[in-house]
């Protein structure tokens, strides 16, 4: 493990000892390609955070906090079987317009991304989807960008010189993934997807954890169809019985999840899934443990 890794979950461990038990489960089940890929992530990480004053101790904290805030909505989801935001403008007020929430929330769902098993096997099979699949796209959208680690994943596979436009509702989503990103180009937008007509479409949409943010997923889906070339991609990633403070739409299960891409006219090409715990298909459907579900789909 590298010394900063160790580092990071050292310290989360003496603040959560159970969590941090779980952590180092985690990554003791990744291949060998993980270390990799984390250096590369934790090298370029720590410049950022250093050209903004900050330290590693800062990211940590920020995932503490989302940690927490995970928890807490964990125990109301678990007394009312339902999450706790239901209107989008409400969470848009609390959430995506309120810098300092978006500023922790965003580092700690970033470093989750290396930390948490399911969070990574999705990280994985989006690249090895894009990888697979490159050919023919000259321009790329990605829709709710948060931190900006999926896009500059995809800049890095396509290469620079493809047109590439970020669309997310909040400023400071826009502002991390420009510093993350560095001097990239990328056409940034801050604006509700819903309100977005451009005059071209896509050849490739991501758009990752985002369907729960919305009040009518299906309604989303089919405004990303009229986004999309008809011979484009889009991947999509959402998680099901995952309370957190911005998911408003409860996804029970993936028949759940299907039914909304296949109404929305879809049809899957590729799919993923990974479970929050280390446990079998009947243990998560019996106690509702949280699923990252990931597809890539094409018009029907
Ligand atoms: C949980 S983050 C997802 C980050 C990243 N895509 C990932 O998969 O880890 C959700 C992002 O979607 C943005 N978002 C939510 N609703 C949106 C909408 N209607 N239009 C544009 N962006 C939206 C939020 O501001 C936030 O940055």
Known sequence: MSLLLNYIIDKISAANALHGKKLKKNIASFD????ERVNAFLSKYELMLQKNDKTIDFAIDCYLQMLADVNYETVQFVRTGR?????????????????EVMTYYMHGLMLSQFLWAHHYKILEAFIE?????????????EIGGGHGLYLSEAIR????????????????SIEMTKEWLGNTNVNYLIQDVFDYNPKNKFDFISMG?????????????IKVSSLLTENGYLWITTP????????????????????????????????TTAYAEDVSDEVAEKFKVSMMYAALLKKH
């Open 32 to 35: 060998s390609s993980y270390y």
């Open 83 to 99: 999450y706790s935001s239901h209107s989008f403008e409400d969470v848009r007020k609390k959430v995506y317009s309120n810098p």
């Open 129 to 141: 989807n894009l990888s697979r699949h490159h050919s023919n796209i000259n321009n790329y959208l």
């Open 157 to 172: 596979i396509l290469g620079p010189d493809k047109d590439y436009t970020l669309i997310d509702i909040s400023p400071s």
């Open 209 to 221: 954890e985002v369907l729960e943010h919305v009040e009518n997923p299906k309604a989303l889906l």
């Open 240 to 271: 099901t019985n995952a309370p957190a403070i911005d998911h408003i739409y409860l996804f029970r299960n993936t028949n759940d999840i299907h039914q909304v891409i296949t109404e929305a006219g879809f049809d899957i090409i590729e799919k």
